[in-house]
C-alpha cells in the first residue's frame, strides 16, 4: 500500500495562507474518515481537522474559520487551506484515515507519512 506523503508545509509570515496536500499512491481514500493532525515537539499528535466520507467536516475550536479541509477522491487526495496563521499553528501538520474523528486525539488507520513542517514567524 501506498506511503502517504504530506506536501505544501513551509514559511509564512503570521496572517499568511498555506496549502497542504496529502496523497497515497496506489491507496484508495473513498470510504475512509480523513484527518490531518499536527504535533509539536514535547506533544502528542492530535486531530485538528476531519472529513467524512460524506464531506462532513470537524474541527478544533483554534482553527474554526480560519482552515478547511477538503478532499477529491477522483485524485485520492487530501487537501487543508490555512488561512490567517497564528504562530501557535507552528507544527509538523500529517494526514492518514482515521477511525474515530476525534477532535484532539489520533486513531491512524494507516502507517503515518514524514509529515511536513509549517513555521509561521515574522
Known amino acids: 500500500q501506498g506511503q502517504l506523503v504530506e506536501s505544501g508545509g513551509g514559511l509564512v509570515q503570521p496572517g499568511g495562507s498555506l496549502r497542504l496536500s496529502c496523497a497515497a499512491p496506489g491507496r484508495i481514500f473513498s470510504g475512509y474518515n480523513m484527518g490531518w493532525y499536527r504535533q509539536v515537539p514535547g506533544q502528542q499528535r492530535g486531530l485538528v481537522a476531519g472529513i467524512t466520507n460524506s464531506d462532513i467536516t470537524i474541527y478544533i475550536d483554534s482553527v474554526k474559520g480560519r482552515f478547511t479541509i477538503a478532499r477529491d477522491n477522483t485524485k485520492n487526495m487530501v487537501y487543508l487551506q490555512m488561512d490567517s496563521l497564528k504562530p501557535e499553528d507552528t507544527a509538523v501538520y500529517y494526514c492518514?484515515?482515521?477511525?474515530?474523528?476525534?477532535?484532539?486525539?489520533?486513531?491512524?488507520?494507516?502507517?503515518w507519512g514524514q509529515g511536513t513542517q509549517v513555521t509561521v514567524s515574522s
Open positions: 492518514n484515515a482515521d477511525g474515530l474523528l476525534n477532535l484532539g486525539s489520533a486513531y491512524p488507520l494507516w502507517n
